[in-house]
């Protein structure tokens, strides 16, 4: 795979619910190591894009390339692949939703090495090293053996992205991760994102963090109605919108 090469690539992607579109005509590309931050308000079709990169949602038209492989579809004629090949395909995004989604029967350290123990075959001792590590990473190495209840919800939040992590995906998917935190817990799961940024992990983020964005990401672009109406880099999508919807939104939140 060329590197210069797009490592994700959106085009003309639509979906309906009944005859409700909640994404028309969405074309993207996402750099290796770029860090891409999704602004817009509520409705506009900010999850679903995520869910339909993840495969959680089937899209109704277009096309969804990782590393020049079409997600989900073996050609343009929209022929599915075969379930194992779909499973494999989301084995390379890792979602991280803003519910957290842990499960509750299971300790820290039981929810990140489920999936790499199932599903990539890893030994316990293999999955268990790994995810102490990234628990280290998160902050969290004393809190392997604590269940989701016995943790904040800022600490469930970093056990989610240590779980995503754990399967070592070529791109993480963020879908306002920081919404269902109290404010005081916000900044410990936006330090990890940063943290993130700065190794050079390739990130969609879905936030309101317009701090966040600043800070970090390379590209801003802004959906509202199921389109995407700018795409620029950071500092000038912040300084100097160019669509008005963007201006106006911005007038709003900032």
């Known amino acids: 795979m060329d590197d210069d090469a797009p490592l994700l690539r ?23 190591r ?66 957290f989604n842990l499960f509750a029967h299971l300790t820290a350290l039981e929810n990140i ?13 293999e999955a268990e090293a790994t995810a102490i590590q990234l628990l280290e990473r998160v902050g969290l190495r004393e809190k392997a053996g604590s269940y989701p209840n016995q943790l904040s919800g800022g600490q469930q939040q970093r056990v989610a992205i240590a779980r995503a992590m754990a399967m070592n995906p070529k791109v ?26 700065h190794r050079g992990v390739t990130m969609i983020v879905v936030t309101h963090e317009t701090s966040f964005a600043r800070e970090v990401a390379h590209r801003v672009a802004f959906m509202e109605h199921g389109r995407i109406l700018e795409v620029a880099p950071a500092r000038a999508f912040f300084d100097s919108p160019n669509h008005p919807r963007s201006a106006a939104f911005l007038g709003q939140i900032l």
């Open 172 to 197: 993480l998917l963020f879908d306002e991760p920081t919404s269902a935190l109290d404010p005081e817990t916000i900044r410990e799961v936006l330090d990890i994102m940063v943290d993130l940024a």
């Open 113 to 125: 090495t489920l999936a790499p123990r199932r599903v990539l075959k890893q030994t316990r001792g």
């Open 34 to 99: 770029e860090v891409l931050v999704i602004l817009g308000p509520s409705g506009s079709g900010k999850s679903t894009l995520l869910r339909a990169i993840a495969q959680l949602v089937e899209i109704d038209s277009g096309s969804i390339f990782l590393e020049g492989e079409m997600l989900g579809f073996r050609d343009e004629g929209r022929r599915k692949l075969p379930a194992h090949r779909i499973d494999a395909q989301r084995r390379e995004t890792g979602m991280v939703f803003q519910s």
């Open 10 to 32: 959106i085009q003309k992607v639509s979906k309906w619910y009944g005859s409700h579109q909640v994404l028309c005509d969405v074309s993207l590309d996402l750099a290796r």
